[in-house]
Every structure is written in structure tokens, then in C-alpha cells.
């Protein structure tokens, strides 16, 4: 075992706290396994709707918000579970915690360079003509429908760096190969370097669907 990471589990965790991703809700499946698995273990759960109070005014700011009034609440050790964009809040939400609660962080396929991949996926007429009409549609899968957002979330996570982040508790990383929506690169190279770190290659996706109960099992037992 990696130095750091020897106490990587869930055995003295009291509280998880899972961050959804982006256009997703406490509903999804990967919620609602880690839900059960924490029943199972009498580890208390909470996983905040980062929709609220609406999808259409998502920024960063609110959703650091959220996690920070969950951490404040619930007893510690507690460890952040989260998902895609949900993994870069959980990040910096452990990097601002005040409490000395947060012990761990479990980050499935997390988008660590949240700006370069909407910029990838929307090209710079995408990004300027959001910018101009002030909001764009993304496919919300929760909602199952196309629902807007504001520009508001683009700019205000550009004040979040990830990759300037000095993280020292155990960290698992959960990463597809074959994930088309955040770049292996960019995970690789966000842990590069950090020996805090444990890096899990799966032969998937960006949803993991195919490896999620591989991901629940070293989650909570290192193994």
C-alpha cells in the first residue's frame, strides 16, 4: 500500500457526503448504490440536490455552499464521494474545509479541468455564443429533457484551480479509460506527483455503469 493510503477505507468514517454531477441528481444509480452501502455499513449519507434552488443558476460558489453546510452539520471523520463535476467540487470542498472533518475523498471520473472539457465539447463559438445569449441548453438526465443553464457557471468556475490544490488526506480516483466526457489525461495528470493518491484504471466509460460495484467495494474496503 502506498504511503498515505493505508487508511484509504471507510472503517472510521461516520458521514458520506456524495456530490452528483453535473445535469444528474441524488436519484442516479451510482447515489443510489453508495445510499445503500452506507445503510448496510451504519455509515450515515447524505447526497444534496445540486440543482436546487435551480438548475438554470448552477455555479460552483453554490454547490461549495452546499457541501460546506452538510460538513458543518454531520459528525466527522466524514469522506466525500463525488462524480464528474461533483469530483471537482468535492476536491475543493475538502481543500476549504474549516472543520477538519473531511478524512477522505473517493472521486469517480472527476472533472478536474471542468472549463477545458466544456470548452472541448462546445468548441469557442459554443462558449461565445453562450456567453452572448447568457445561457445554452445541456441535456439534464434527471430531468430527461434539455434544460438551460447560465453563463454565470462557466465564469465562476474559472476561479477554481484543481490543479493548484494541496490535498493531503487518502484519495481514490476512479477513472475510464474510454471516458469521452473528462480526459484521462487531465486525471492523470492531476495525480501525477501526489503519493496521497490512489489511481483505478477501469475499461469504461465516464458513467463507470460497467464498474460500479468494483468501485463501492474498494471504496469502502481498500481492497
Aim: glycine residues 8%; hydrophobic residues 40%.
Amino acid at each position: 500500500v502506498p504511503p498515505g493510503l493505508q487508511d484509504r477505507h471507510m472503517k472510521d468514517i461516520r458521514h458520506v457526503l456524495y456530490l452528483h454531477g453535473f445535469a444528474s441528481s441524488p436519484e442516479s444509480g451510482k447515489a443510489q448504490k453508495f445510499a445503500a452501502e452506507c445503510a448496510a455499513r451504519g455509515i450515515g449519507f447524505t447526497c444534496p440536490d445540486l440543482n436546487e434552488p435551480s438548475f438554470e443558476t448552477l455555479t460552483v460558489t453554490r454547490m461549495l455552499d452546499q457541501a460546506r453546510a452538510v460538513i458543518e452539520r454531520v459528525p466527522g471523520p466524514v469522506a466525500i464521494v463525488g462524480s464528474s463535476l461533483g469530483g471537482f467540487v468535492a476536491a475543493h470542498a475538502a481543500a476549504r474545509d474549516t472543520t477538519g472533518k473531511v478524512a477522505r475523498l473517493a472521486l469517480m471520473a472527476p472533472a478536474f479541468d471542468f472549463g477545458g472539457n466544456r470548452l472541448r465539447q462546445l468548441g469557442d463559438h459554443g462558449i461565445e455564443q453562450w456567453r452572448q445569449e447568457g445561457s445554452i441548453e445541456f441535456f439534464h438526465y434527471a430531468h430527461n429533457q434539455p434544460r438551460r443553464v447560465w453563463f454565470e457557471l462557466y465564469e465562476d468556475a474559472a476561479q477554481y484551480d484543481a490543479f493548484g490544490l494541496a490535498l493531503t488526506m487518502p484519495i481514490q480516483i476512479f477513472m475510464g479509460r474510454n471516458d469521452d466526457t473528462v480526459t484521462p489525461e487531465s486525471v492523470a495528470s492531476w495525480s501525477e506527483g501526489r503519493s496521497n493518491v490512489e489511481l483505478n484504471w477501469y475499461d469504461d466509460g465516464h458513467q463507470l455503469s460497467e464498474s460500479i460495484d468494483d468501485i463501492i467495494r474498494r471504496a469502502f474496503t481498500g481492497a
